[in-house]
């Protein structure tokens, strides 16, 4: 494909590209809203007819409880890669309604950007790989990858029922790369691919001594209190050098080479920033690692909420039966939830008093997930973004969890590549969404030469 070619036919095509895609921002899919199921299932007919107008093949919604999955292909390249693009089409509530500026509904241009609910999370970016894709027809060029897309309209809720699809069609989604557009760059201009997802193991902690609140003045001293034994077990999950304590947690973490730590430094950073950021006094963490990396290559162990006995108004003399403690660890790759919850456990039993009973209730996990910077489809991803933007992109990882990430990767055994357009000021859930149209043109470029970089 000639590049010169495709981008001025995007640009030919920038007026015609705002109509369509305010005619799909106008439905109002907020799948919270139970009231707006009619929205929903209109939504899910725009985007089959704008798949089906872009030339893509055996369009068609499939049913679940919920709202309906849009399913596309078009299966041309033979032995060349197969791409599974999946999006969302639903999208956020858009109260508070009083701090729009214009109708969250109605695409409105404003300055370089387009504001409306949608606009960057995610009708606009599952809109680019449709007009990507539509560019190879109008140019009459053959289509270079194996293409099959996935639109559900439960994102925003929880994807309820995107994992039991997904298991139930394993062989229709089959490919040989996942391609997800919902996430943001690191800032204007700055072509981002995201890499890496920390996971999550969660459980409830325990300690009780009777069955209930004893008075403190005829047991107090003669009997262990919960509340104090868990204070202590809190205190020792950590060592000075801000690292988790428990034996062997750090085990199976993948050291991270010399090359993607600088990777990591290259990055615009500032510390004032995060502060401003997250209003904390200063930063804090592990020993030896820069904040993006305490974020996104360290693992962490948080108390997330501890209580126990008496905390009403006044006085009340107690020696409180049980002390309980939220806790969550991010955890990075190639660490497993389950070994981690049991490390977990085993440190708690080994360390907790005779005097006690200790409970560790799991909770929920997810696994870390990580597509190799080396990976062909990565490479094929950055050379397309530094072709379209100039310059060669950022890599990032996350120190969140996409849910959808994981049921992909996991299911499908295909690698996850996160090329999202979208930026974080963008207030993809709040007030005022707006998309910064540059990417916006600039990501339906990309994503043409991405699928042509795959198949080289
Ligand atoms: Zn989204």
């Not at 209930?212 to 107090?220: A, E, K, R």
């Not at 560790?360 to 991803?381: F, N, Q, R, Y």
């Not at 207030?427 to 339906?444: K, M, Q, T, V």
Request: aromatic residues 10%; hydrophobic residues 35%; glycine residues 8%.
């Amino acid at each position: 494909m000639d590049y010169t070619k495709l981008s001025s036919y995007v640009d030919s095509r920038k007026q015609e590209y705002l109509n369509e895609l305010s005619r799909m921002i106008r439905i109002e899919s907020i799948s919270a809203d139970l009231s707006k199921k009619v929205e929903m299932v209109r939504c899910a007919e725009a985007v089959s007819g704008l798949m089906r107008e872009a030339g893509i093949e055996n369009v068609k919604p499939f049913e679940t409880e919920g709202n309906p999955l849009v399913y596309g292909e078009y299966i041309h390249a033979g032995d060349n890669p197969t791409v599974l693009v999946y999006g969302h089409y639903d999208v956020q509530p858009v109260d508070p309604l009083s701090e729009w500026e214009t109708p969250p509904f109605e695409a409105t241009m404003r300055g370089d950007d387009l504001y409306a609910r949608g606009s960057s999370d995610d009708k606009g970016q599952l809109f680019m790989h449709l007009k990507a894709f539509e560019a190879f027809g109008k140019l009459n060029e053959k289509i270079p990858v194996n293409l099959k897309y996935i639109f559900e309209g439960e994102e925003e809720i929880g994807s309820i029922h995107l994992e039991p699809f997904i298991r139930s069609h394993k062989d229709l989604l089959k490919a040989d790369v996942v391609v997800i557009s919902d996430t943001a760059m690191y800032g204007r201009d700055m072509p981002t691919i995201c890499y890496g997802l920390r996971g999550m193991a969660y459980l409830e902690l325990s300690v009780s001594n009777s069955t209930i609140d004893l008075h403190s003045g005829s047991f107090g001293g003669a009997i262990e209190n919960p509340v104090h034994v868990l204070a202590d077990i809190v205190s020792r999950l950590h060592d000075r050098y801000g690292r988790v304590a428990i034996p062997h947690f750090y085990d199976d973490v993948v050291e991270v080479s010399k090359e993607e730590r600088e990777e990591i430094a290259r990055l615009p950073y500032s510390d004032g920033e995060f502060l401003r950021q997250s209003g904390a006094l200063a930063t804090y963490g592990e020993y030896g690692f820069s904040t993006n990396e305490r974020l996104w290559i360290r693992p962490t162990l948080d108390v997330n909420g501890i209580y126990g006995g008496f905390t009403g108004e006044g006085a009340k003399t107690i020696i409180p039966s049980k002390a309980t403690a939220k806790v969550s660890m991010r955890l990075v790759p190639n660490q497993k939830s389950e070994k981690i919850l049991g490390l977990f456990e085993s440190f708690i039993n080994q360390i907790a008093p005779p005097t006690v009973k200790v409970t560790v209730k799991k909770m929920h996990s997810g696994e870390p997930a990580l597509t190799p910077i080396d990976h062909p489809a990565v490479k094929a991803a950055s050379a397309a973004l530094e072709h379209v933007f100039g310059r060669k992109p950022y890599f990032i990882r996350e120190g969140g969890s996409i849910p959808e990430v994981l049921t992909f990767q996991q299911i499908l055994g295909a690698p996850v590549v996160l090329l999202g357009f979208g930026l974080p000021d963008e207030n993809s859930h709040a007030p005022n969404e707006h998309i910064y149209l540059r990417h916006f043109y600039d990501g339906i470029k990309t994503l043409a030469i991405f699928y042509e970089k795959l198949s080289m």
